[in-house]
């Protein structure tokens, strides 16, 4: 984060406005919006851009440069002159005055920045590129102008007039913060938004009465099991977005990719519980017993598990432990590390040139031995997709051998897939284990295997610079 997103309040306050041009007359009207005094000093102004504004009385226009007893008890000062040397000249007597001060297009020289605004008072949404882009945050906030409906607004002004009665009824802040969710994603909004305030102040009645009730009678909590794919945040569901913004407390893994995490409510719990091998953390059944504790005392409890909860993630292992103890729960699936990975790397798990199923088999093993199926792992036309393999790979690699695969048969071992960082080492059953480690593969990788492997050179959008063809840098192109 290279700024710090704040909102200040300038309501009968003075603003200083250095220019007369376009950027000049926005940041006038932003600063009346926000209820302030402005003193504008430019010997002239462009009348079109200023014809709405200047016969507003809290705006003063002096012909002249602003000097330094200007900028007295100012709350903010914005520069938007055509020089560059005349809007120095005004940062530095602002700093002077110790005034936060924004000069157009000229970050170098800016206290604070901008953002692009959704306005849907009393609630405002600021979209900053940290000056690098301010197109592209107008770009953003563009899209957001579509989402947000204008009756947002009522919304806001409906919930702030409640806030006081709220407060008084119920007493339990957590109790308090699950009602406000309760109604503001409900059917009373609903109401609201459509102007039938009357109906919504009497379901509003009926929900407080129930709120009470649970507070009484003591709050029940939940788990949610979210699934939270390979490592690329873009793959996770919008029901996993939206529980990972109710939780009290959540318990991770290590296998989360990079910004997952940003995404949970900041005011949750955060516990780390994730495990390697020769190194649990946590054991499993501890987790699984802080899930039913956690819940039992009230609490929205996210469980976040890299790829799939159910797929080799030990999903069902924790919710048995919850069903046991009558603890409500919901499942949220998530991208499997096989399907995550192999799309990344450019690799169909199945083709009907190729292989007509997939089969997916984790290589733990007791003691170093892999313990699988051969016979069913050995079939024609078929894509075997190796979870948590990486450790064991030189082992599996020489039992595949054994019993009867081609040597020849194509590999391709994909390393924290589906991330900024993922690479992709390819080879045969003969050779990959040599491959990987003079390329210093680490975990989490996910094995592919099977003639699929072949397709990722035909169905890749770029050339591998040469003597690179087996090990590549970077995501499948064709993903983004």
Request: net charge negative.
């Amino acid at each position: 984060m290279d700024f710090l997103p704040i909102f200040r309040d300038v309501s009968e306050r003075t603003v200083i406005v250095a220019g007369g041009g376009t950027v000049a007359a926005r940041r006038v009207e932003i600063a009346l919006r926000a209820g302030a005094h402005v003193k504008l000093f430019a010997e002239s102004i462009d009348e079109d851009d200023f014809a709405e504004l200047r016969d507003d009385p809290r705006l003063e226009h002096f012909r002249r440069c602003p000097e330094p007893a200007d900028f007295e008890d100012a709350a903010l000062a914005f520069a938007a002159c055509r020089k560059y040397e005349d809007d120095r000249k005004i940062a530095d007597m602002a700093r002077a005055a110790k005034v936060p001060v924004n000069v157009a297009d000229r970050p170098e020289l800016c206290d604070f920045i901008m953002p692009s605004i959704v306005d849907r008072s009393p609630i405002v949404v600021a979209v900053s590129s940290s000056g690098a882009s301010p197109i592209l945050a107008r770009m953003i906030r563009a899209r957001l102008e579509t989402m947000l409906p204008a009756a947002f607004g009522k919304l806001a002004e409906f919930a702030g007039d409640i806030r006081d009665k709220v407060m008084a009824r119920l007493k339990n802040p957590e109790n308090r913060r699950r009602f406000w969710e309760r109604i503001l994603e409900g059917p009373l909004a609903t109401l609201v938004f459509s102007g039938d305030e009357d109906t919504a102040k009497t379901l509003l009645e009926r929900e407080l009465t129930a709120a009470e009730a649970e507070e009484r009678e003591g709050i029940t909590g939940e788990v949610y099991l979210v699934g939270c794919g390979p490592g690329d945040p873009d793959l996770l569901t919008f029901k996993a977005l939206r529980l990972m913004q109710k939780a009290d407390v959540v318990l991770y893994d290590r296998l989360l990719g990079d910004g997952i995490l940003n995404l949970v409510r900041r005011e949750a719990e955060r516990i780390y519980v994730g495990k390697r091998r020769g190194d649990h953390t946590v054991p499993q059944e501890e987790i699984s017993d802080m899930l039913v504790r956690l819940a039992k005392e009230g609490k929205r409890v996210l469980r976040l598990k890299g790829g799939d909860p159910f797929i080799f993630g030990r999903g069902g292992e924790e919710i048995e432990k919850l069903a046991e103890n009558r603890i409500p729960f919901q499942v949220v699936p998530g991208v499997t590390a096989a399907s995550g990975c192999a799309a990344y790397a450019g690799i169909p798990l199945t083709h009907r040139d190729h292989a007509q199923s997939c089969l997916f088999i984790t290589a733990h093993g007791k003691d170093g031995i892999v313990d699988v199926d051969w016979t069913q792992v050995l079939r024609p036309h078929q894509t075997v997709a190796v979870y948590m393999g990486l450790r064991l790979l030189p082992q599996f690699m020489k039992q595949l051998l054994e019993h009867g695969a081609d040597a020849a048969l194509p590999v391709a071992v994909v390393e924290k897939g589906t991330r900024a960082d993922q690479r992709v080492v390819t080879g045969t059953i003969a050779n990959i284990a040599d491959k990987v480690v003079a390329a210093q593969v680490e975990s989490p990788a996910m094995i592919i295997i099977g003639t699929v492997v072949t397709l990722r050179d035909k169905l890749a959008w770029y050339l591998p610079e040469e003597g690179a063809e087996e090990v590549t840098q970077g995501r499948f192109i064709g993903s983004l």
